[in-house]
T-cell receptor, first 111, second 114 residues
Framework: SQQGEEDPQALSIQEGENATMNCSYKTSINNLQWYRQNSGRGLVHLILIRSNEREKHSGRLRVTLDTSKKSSSLLITASRAADTASYFCATEGSNDYKLSFGAGTTVTVRA | AAGVIQSPRHLIKEKRETATLKCYPIPRHDTVYWYQQGPGQDPQFLISFYEKMQSDKGSIPDRFSAQQFSDYHSELNMSSLELGDSALYFC?????????????FGSGTQLSVL
C-alpha cells in the first residue's frame, strides 16, 4: 500500500449491526477520504474529512480523524446487506493533489 | 448525471503486445488521474493530468505513457505488455487542480495479459 494499513482486512457482521474500520497513514495530509468499491467496479466517494477536522457525519457514516496518530476510522451504523463492499481510505498529501490509497477493508453484511 | 467513461471495459492481450485505454472525464472536469488495481490490491496511482499537462507521476512503468487531449479525454498507452500488467485500470476525474477535491471514478478497464 502507498499509505499504510487498514484494519481489519475483512469484517463480517449481521444486518443491523455497526461496522467499524480503521486506517493509518504515513505522511502529513490535506485531507483523508473514504471510498467504497463493489467487486470489480469503480470506486465511489463516500466522505472527505479535512486535516483540521476531527469528526464528520454523512447519513449512516461517521468518520473520525486523529492527525497526531495519523489514523482515521469509518463507522457504518445500522448496516444493510447493500453495504457489502470493500472500503478504502485515501489521503491527499500536503505536497501534492493526488490520492494515495490504503489497503482496504472488505465488509460482508449477512442478511 | 454524466459519469467518467472508460473504454474498453475488458481487454485481452498477449505478452509483448500494446494496449490503449481511453478515459472521458465528466464534462467540465479538467483533471484526470490513472490508477492500477491488481487483484485484491489497493489502487496504485500511475499518473495525472491537469489542463492537458502532466501534473503528478506515480509508479508508472517506462513502458507506459499517457496524455490528455484538447477535449480533456485521456489515453493510457501500454507497450511490451507483461503478465504482471494484468489488472483493473481506473480513470478518475475532478474539477480543478486544487486541494480537497473528491475524485469521480470510471468503471475501469479490466486488462488481461495472456
Amino acid at each position: 500500500s502507498q499509505q499504510g494499513e487498514e484494519d481489519p482486512q475483512a469484517l463480517s457482521i449481521q444486518e443491523g449491526e455497526n461496522a467499524t474500520m480503521n486506517c493509518s497513514y504515513k505522511t502529513s495530509i490535506n485531507n483523508l477520504q473514504w471510498y467504497r468499491q463493489n467487486s470489480g467496479r469503480g470506486l465511489v466517494h463516500l466522505i472527505l474529512i479535512r486535516s483540521n477536522e476531527r469528526e464528520k457525519h454523512s447519513g449512516r457514516l461517521r468518520v473520525t480523524l486523529d492527525t497526531s496518530k495519523k489514523s482515521s476510522s469509518l463507522l457504518i451504523t445500522a448496516s444493510r446487506a447493500a453495504d457489502t463492499a470493500s472500503y478504502f481510505c485515501a489521503t491527499e498529501g500536503s505536497n501534492d493533489y493526488k490520492l494515495s490509497f490504503g489497503a482496504g477493508t472488505t465488509v460482508t453484511v449477512r442478511a | 448525471a454524466a459519469g467518467v467513461i472508460q473504454s474498453p471495459r475488458h481487454l485481452i492481450k498477449e505478452k509483448r503486445e500494446t494496449a490503449t485505454l481511453k478515459c472521458y472525464p465528466i464534462p467540465r472536469h479538467d483533471t484526470v488521474y490513472w490508477y492500477q488495481q491488481g487483484p485484491g490490491q489497493d489502487p496504485q496511482f500511475l499518473i495525472s493530468f491537469y489542463e492537458k499537462m502532466q501534473s503528478d507521476k506515480g509508479s508508472i512503468p517506462d513502458r507506459f505513457s499517457a496524455q490528455q487531449f484538447s477535449d480533456y479525454h485521456s489515453e493510457l498507452n501500454m507497450s511490451s505488455l507483461e503478465l504482471g500488467d494484468s489488472a483493473l485500470y481506473f480513470c478518475a476525474s475532478s474539477t480543478g487542480h486544487s486541494t480537497n477535491e473528491k475524485l469521480f471514478f470510471g468503471s475501469g478497464t479490466q486488462l488481461s495479459v495472456l
